[in-house]
């Protein structure tokens, strides 16, 4: 499937879908803010096609520091642990996390419109489900440990 096929397939899902957005047309970049209902209150979203593919990112508004980072590490590794659509990235440099989907359109005809749908809404659900954890460790409030189990709903026994 070509660029073009994709960046008109995703553009008629988020204008049918009611998204508002911005689309950089040299960059085939599509962009908006998603309002979430955890901690970090709000996601920038950003839908990068490639040819024959694209990734959509979900980038926290808070960003982990030097002293941060390591529990975020070990945070994101362990919500990435069995999780079918996506994964978190941690940029260890600058503490960033994200969300990343990636869908492979290659020798495809068309782009279903739930393929668009969840690779677009599965990245903010993440952020919704693990953004208490992501908020609390990277401001020095919390752990790893405490803020998995209360994400995906765990117990002390559950280690």
Not at 35 to 41: D, E, G, N
Not at 128 to 137: E, F, H, R, T
């Amino acid at each position: 499937m070509r660029t073009e096929a994709i960046v008109e397939a995703i553009g008629d899902f988020l204008d049918d879908d009611d998204w508002k957005y911005e689309y950089n047309g040299e960059k085939t970049l599509f962009k908006m803010g998603v309002s979430l209902r955890s901690r970090l209150q709000n996601t920038r979203l950003y839908i990068d096609v490639k040819e024959d593919a694209y990734l959509v990112y979900a980038i926290s508004p808070i960003s982990g520091n030097g002293d941060t980072v390591p529990e975020l590490m070990r945070y994101i590794t362990r919500a990435n642990y069995a999780l079918i659509n996506g994964n978190f990235e941690l940029d260890v440099r600058d503490g960033e996390v994200r969300y990343k989907s990636y869908v492979n359109c290659d020798n495809l005809t068309g782009l279903p419109r739930e393929i668009i749908r969840d690779s677009i809404y599965v990245p903010c659900a993440m952020m919704n489900k693990y953004g208490d954890g992501i908020a609390a460790i990277a401001m020095g409030y919390s752990d790893a440990d405490t803020e998995i189990k209360k994400a995906e709903g765990g117990s002390d026994d559950d280690d």
